[in-house]
């Protein structure tokens, strides 16, 4: 982890990268420009500095992320380098383990590609047959 030095500064989307909230840094500048992470409360560039102490809001999929920033970072490193760059709030942590289960109850949607295969219709046919 690299320490903090005041003239150096620290761009949100390298942070997030840094954090690994996201797997590249445009994927981070992308959430970044589509209103899907704040700093403080108020909507951000990804060329905005972020600062320790700073509050922010990510959200990724159906999950929202509330994190207080502990250190500062550009470069990414090991998942347990990137867990001590912020700590995630008490409330964050248990609305994502609730909205977890909620997933994990609801019955599982199927897509499919197309039309079916051949084996995909005898199994139709079969299915209709016996009913």
């Not at 445009?26 to 500095?49: D, F, M, Q, Y």
């Not at 248990?94 to 197309?114: C, D, M």
């Amino acid at each position: 982890m690299m320490p903090q030095r005041d003239v150096e500064k620290f761009r949100i989307d390298k942070w997030l990268y840094a954090a690994r909230f996201f797997k590249t840094r445009s994927l981070a500048a992308e959430a970044i420009e589509s209103g899907k992470v704040h700093i403080n409360g108020a909507r951000v560039k990804p060329a905005k500095t972020v600062a320790i102490g700073d509050m922010l809001t990510i959200r990724i999929a159906h999950y929202q992320y509330e994190i207080k920033v502990l250190a500062l970072s550009n470069k990414r490193g090991s998942a347990s380098e990137a867990q001590q760059l912020y700590q995630e709030t008490d409330a964050s942590r248990k609305a994502r383990e609730v909205l977890a289960e909620q997933i994990k109850i609801q019955p599982q949607q199927f897509y499919t590609k197309g039309r079916p295969t051949k084996r995909d219709r005898r199994e139709i046919d079969r299915f209709k047959n016996r009913q």
